[in-house]
């Protein structure tokens, strides 16, 4: 049952996120979340960019 829990804890949030990026949620406190997770897949993508870059030259 926590696992199920758990799963559905996850799934809430990304429909949240999900909801965010399409403009759809009003409230502050989760607006500010989702911009930070935002903020983070931007880093991410540009890590993943660099790791790329430097398997190209070995």
Same mark, same amino acid.
């Given at each position: 049952?926590?696992?199920?829990?758990?799963?559905?804890?996850?799934?809430?949030?990304?429909?949240?996120?999900?909801?965010?990026?399409?403009?759809?949620?009003?409230?502050?406190?989760?607006?500010?979340?989702? !911009? %930070? *997770? /935002? &903020?983070? =897949? !931007? %880093? *991410? /993508? &540009?890590? =993943? !960019?660099? *790791?790329?870059k430097?398997? !190209?030259? *070995?």
């Amino acid at each position: 049952m926590k696992r199920s829990n758990e799963r559905d804890f996850k799934d809430i949030g990304r429909m949240v996120y999900e909801k965010f990026r399409k403009g759809e949620v009003d409230d502050t406190e989760y607006i500010s979340l989702c !911009e %930070e *997770i /935002e &903020k983070r =897949e !931007e %880093e *991410i /993508e &540009k890590q =993943e !960019e660099q *790791i790329v870059k430097i398997k !190209e030259e *070995i």
